[in-house]
């Protein structure tokens, strides 16, 4: 196995180029983000995620998470190397400086993540719950509930999860049963099971804040009937200290293909009818202030298949010179030679390549526009949520991508666990299904980002990638299609047929935008011949084999339904 080198120099171009951190900087509330302390923020933290995280990918996954009489342990080191993480400030780089935050944009928290989930994507499944539940409470929480968590989750003393998914409610979130009955001095008797929950017991942060989905007495059925509630492993004191434990616990561990670090918990409220929680949010407006945690998190795990695919590409790196096999093709010397020196070998290192740094440029793209948003320049957060499906979808297919290529450069050791190839493999698969499926993600898209303000949203995306990619034809073709399968989606397909093409429209749209970016990385100069490359073999292989899905696309949904049921699942 390979040490861990962060992408700083790739990193800070994107930040500058794609989400345009100098133009963030010249509003106040960002001033602080000058190019001096970018460029330390993300060497720091590179320096930080080789030297702490990293030497624990391994480690984590071989010996995993351990339940033991209801507490959660995880291997050695990982306990002192989150408590370095808290001390040195990382996880409060965006937080509200009212509550002890750094206040600087999203682009460089979003950098924070990458950079330690490149170098352990397991562990930083932890800080990344942790982002969301702030954001639910910083938006949807009441001044006192603000003040009793914000501080502690800001920092990363304290943790916090998400709980949507039970055992019958998994997509379909309006089935779940949990239930909330009120309790005294405002609070609420929380009673349930929850499945899936990441890092929902361990024993690294003080406190775990779980934000739990339940119903309460004479809700409406289904999502219509939905609270949110603020329920903690401790309860919290008025003093801010920590009190007695809350009645839940994790009742198991689920054993998976991968992310062996992060424990994924099977958690039981309300065993004794003790376990208390505090509503957040209006009564039956719970996935309102969840859809808040939901959309950060699915923008940090369109990151996490960046983080992945950066890990499996230096890997392959590695491997393809320092492995010796077979002479040059056509070579007059028949002395064998590094593979790297193989053309094939070369394809697959230059798509990696690409693919690895155009969902880099599409996440720094859709990271500026989140920041813009909160700054609320003109358009800025719609064309944002219109991004998160694509960055979502097609960063986290891309990651199972490139850790694939990764395990075929490796040859037969790319097989054997041992290389460590097979672990960025089984890591990534996770991300195409949680914080929505991909499938979800791409409806997400022509159901409800589709009609932004009348179908503008997206025209506008699309004309702004055509116009500006004169220099690279392929994209600007690809983004043209795109906008002709959006208006036939919009004016002509019956629901089932968008929904037929949803994920061929959402791959298509992403790598336009990536490849728009990429093309912009170009022609800054900064990347030198290299980045110049790899964006023209985005635009004439990548770009080109997009546009192949359009007949997909619009192809309607008859040949879905050609074959009954039976005949098809029976």
Known sequence: MMEFSPATADQVLAIRVNAGIEELASHDRFAAASADMVEAIVEGIGQFAAGEFAPLNRLGDLEGAKLANGTVSLPAGFAEAYRAYVEQGWNAISGDEQFGGQGLPFTLASNVIENLGSANMAFTLLPLLTVGAIEAIA???????KAAYLAKLISGEWSGTMNLTEPQAGSDVGALRTTAVPAEDGKWHIKGTKIFITWGEHDLAGNVVHLVLARTPGAPAGSRGISLFIVP???????GSLGPRNDLRCVSLEHKLGIMASPTCVMSFGDNDACLGEMIGAENEGLKAMFTMMNSARINVGNQGVQIAERAL????AYARDRVQSARAGSPSRESVAIVEHPDVRRMLLRMRALTEGARALLYYTAGMVDRGALGIEGAQARADC??????AWGTDIGCEVASLGVQIHGGMGFI???GAAQHYRDARIAPIYEGTNGIQAADLVTRKLGYEGGGVLASLFADIASDCGDAPEIAELAKACAGIADWMSNEASLDDKLAGSVPLCTMSAVAVAGWQLQRQARDGAGGEAKRVVARFFATQIATEALGLKAAATAGAGLLYALDTEALAG
Do not use: F, I, N, R
């Not at 492993?233 to 003093?239: G, L, S, T």
């Not at 230096?314 to 790196?317: L, P, R, S, Y």
């Not at 991004?387 to 979502?392: F, H, R």
């Open 417 to 419: 666990e041992e290389t």
């Open 314 to 317: 230096q890997q392959a790196k």
């Open 139 to 145: 938006h949807h929480g009441s001044k006192s509930q």
């Open 233 to 239: 492993k401790y309860h919290v004191k008025a003093d």
């Open 387 to 392: 991004l998160v499906p694509l960055l979502k």
